[in-house]
Structures are given as C-alpha cells and as structure tokens.
C-alpha cells in the first residue's frame, strides 16, 4: 500500500455540469476525511467517515455536496452544477481510529478542480 | 477571529539559518498539535505530532506547544533549499477528528 490515492488528479468542467472524485485511503485506516483548498489557504475541512458511516460535516458542504463510503473503503465526493467558486484542490485523508492518531492524517496528492 | 492564525509570509532565509515558524490559536479546547510541509501542487506530509503542551524534536526539527499562551511554534535548524515549501500548522480537540488548519507560512531557503 503506498498511501492515499485520489482520482483524477486533475478536472477540467464547463459550470452547472456535475463532478466526481474517488478517494482510496490506506487499508487499514479507517477514517477518511475531505478538505478543500484553495490559493494561498490551509485545507478545510468538508467531511469525515468512519467506516461507512459520515460522522461530521462542515457548513462548507453545501446541498450541492454529497460524499459517500458505501463499504467503508473507498470514498466519493460528488459536487452537482458546480459554480466557479468550486475551483480548488480537493484532497482526501484517511487515519486509524485509534484514540491517539499518532502519526497523523496522511494526505493525498489532491484533485485539481477547474470550473470554467 | 479565526480560529487558527499563521502569518502567510513569505518568509526568505539563507540556507544553514535557523527557522521560526509560529501559529496562535483561540480554542482552549485544541489538545492535539500537528505541523505539515506541502510542496507546491502536492497534499500535505506530516513533519510533527504533538499532544497537550511540551517540546518535541526530531532531527532538525522541533515543535513546541504553549496551551497557556495559545501559541505553538516550529523550529528547523540548519535549514537546506529542500526545506523551502509551505508549513501549515493544525490542530484538533479530539483525536480523529477535523483538523483546523492556519493559512501556511511559505518558506524559501536560498543556497
């Protein structure tokens, strides 16, 4: 297992048109998390699973937003007629959900969105 | 007030110089501390874990945590070209839980 693997690494789409992303997180972790960046700010946070089910979500996800874990493996963020304001980096985390993550979040290398 | 702040930079130093990077937070309730390097159009890597307050090093690095001040800080020493990237701090209440990111502080060490 090499890390967490986000799909595509980069999205080109025409505004109103939907988007979806793919994240495989490391296999024995069980908490996968979704942030989102953007130019010269820190992730934040969109969403959170343990196992399959969504244990938090920020008041950044819109009704436009909706993730999902449907087997507690993989993860999908899907954003529907997505806006210019959509364009950013989506990445994805995943940890253990032992009572102290030492050894922190491990991050993937993100989906570049592009709303056009 | 945000709840975690970071100066943004940027920050130019001289390779072999000693770095000071620092984030203020206002949640007294923040117990885990974490700082990450991203390079550019990459996902954030782990540098340093730290729980509660106290000093903690590894090799070059060390993160030292103040909660009675709301201030938590990393030090490189003996800093390379390799070590110019962003450095964002975060931090959570609970383990597991969402991490509050500062800004990221972007770093650029000339050799």
């Known amino acids: 297992d090499t890390g967490v693997s986000q799909d595509p690494r980069h999205k080109i789409t025409k505004r109103g048109q939907n988007v979806t992303f793919r994240c495989d997180p490391i296999s024995e972790h069980n908490r996968l998390y979704w942030y989102r960046q953007t130019l010269g700010q820190g992730p934040e946070f969109l969403t959170y699973?343990?196992?399959?089910?969504?244990?938090?979500k920020s008041r950044l996800l819109s009704d436009r937003f909706s993730a999902e874990r449907p087997k507690g493996s993989f993860s999908t963020l899907e954003i529907q007629r997505t806006e210019q304001g959509d364009s950013a980096m989506y990445l994805c985390?995943?940890?253990?959900?032992?009572?102290?993550?030492?050894?922190?979040?491990?991050f993937g290398s993100g989906t570049r969105l592009t709303v056009v | 007030q945000k709840e975690v702040e970071q100066d943004p930079g940027p920050l130019s130093v001289p390779e072999g110089a000693i770095v000071s990077l620092n984030c203020t937070y206002s949640?007294?309730?923040?117990?885990?501390f974490m700082w990450y390097r991203q390079y550019s159009r990459k996902g954030p890597e782990l540098l340093m874990y730290?729980?509660?307050?106290g000093n903690k090093e590894d090799g070059r690095f060390t993160a030292q945590v103040d909660k009675s001040s709301k201030y938590i800080s990393l030090f490189i020493r003996d800093s390379q070209p390799s070590d110019s990237a962003t450095y964002l701090c975060a931090m959570n209440r609970q383990a597991g839980t969402a991490l509050i990111f500062g800004k990221g502080t972007t770093l650029s060490v000339s050799s």
């Open positions: 985390a995943s940890s253990s959900n032992a009572g102290n993550v030492v050894g922190g979040y491990t």
């Open positions: 730290t729980y509660s307050s």
């Open positions: 949640n007294s309730a923040f117990q885990y």
């Open positions: 699973f343990q196992n399959e089910a969504q244990l938090e």
